[in-house]
């Protein structure tokens, strides 16, 4: 993947926050529906691995309208946090995307999913 199409997606998952109120933070991604439909299937990836933040009990996407409500404990956690997190797991994503050659590798999607979650875990360690 080149710095144009990496630059594009992150465009298209560049987030705002709708609504902040205490325990409740509404992401949305205006330019969501921009995203080549190759890359909707692994949407449920990002709701899963938002909870691997401490504070955040769930995530609620709505692909419809293209927003993200992350229930969290306002005493574990911060909306400038959460935003960070998203942050970071965009970057996580796009990492695996550059390292991966989709056309000829035998994709195993399980063993993806694994290493993001390890990369992921790693970042939680450094903050």
């Known amino acids: 993947m080149g ?18 109120l205490p325990g409740r933070l509404r992401l949305t991604f205006p330019k969501y529906k921009l995203l080549p439909k190759e890359a909707l299937p692994y949407l449920h990836y990002v709701k899963d691995v938002m909870t691997m933040l401490p504070g955040v009990k769930d ?7 293209g927003s993200m409500l992350v229930l969290y404990d306002a005493d574990v956690t911060t909306p400038k946090e959460i935003q960070r997190w998203m942050s970071a797991v965009v970057d996580t994503g796009l990492e695996f995307v550059r390292e991966i ?19 992921l875990a790693e970042r939680l360690k450094q903050r």
Do not use: F, G, M
Request: with cysteine; charged share 35%.
């Open 59 to 65: 995530t609620v996407l709505n692909p419809r309208i």
């Open 101 to 119: 050659d989709w056309q000829t590798a035998a994709v195993d999607e399980r063993a993806i999913e694994q290493k993001a979650r390890e990369r």
């Open 3 to 20: 710095l144009i199409e990496d630059a594009y997606l992150r465009h298209c998952l560049k987030h705002t926050v709708s609504c902040d």
